[in-house]
């Protein structure tokens, strides 16, 4: 069973745009803190963004006021909306069902299969 499936990674130019989607499986969706994780060659999987099941967010230092962490109750959907994105930003990109809202790997139940994201400067 795939409890999460991710889409909309992609290359894009230092400056613009890219949304990350997350389908959640329904179970695991009402059961679990959703967060956005990265991966860059070389170094290790570090949490970006968090969102509990009333909406209440954290986020890491380096992405804090570019990106946005969201989730659509309607759909079992985390979204990951970022802007401003820089070079530093590239990596592999995972979203994650979280039994406690921590923005660290010892707290993921599930994890995405992960979306490659790469930004030119």
């Known amino acids: 069973q795939e409890h999460l499936v991710e889409s909309g990674g992609g290359s894009v130019q230092a400056g613009e745009s890219l949304r990350l989607s997350c389908v959640v499986s329904?179970?695991?969706?009402?059961?679990?803190?959703l967060g956005w994780f990265r991966q860059a060659p070389g170094k290790q999987r570090e949490g970006i963004a968090i969102?509990?099941?009333?909406?209440?967010?954290t986020y890491a230092d380096s992405v804090q006021g570019r990106f946005t962490i969201s989730r659509d109750n309607a759909k079992n959907t985390l979204y990951l909306q970022m802007d401003s994105l820089k070079s530093e930003d590239t990596a592999m990109y995972y979203c994650?069902?979280?039994?406690?809202?921590?923005?660290?790997?010892?707290?993921?139940?599930?994890w995405g299969q992960g979306t490659q994201v790469t930004v030119s400067s």
């Open positions: 994650a069902a979280l039994f406690h809202k921590r923005l660290s790997v010892d707290y993921v139940n599930y």
């Open positions: 329904a179970s695991t969706y009402r059961t679990h803190s």
């Open positions: 969102i509990d099941h009333v909406g209440r967010t």
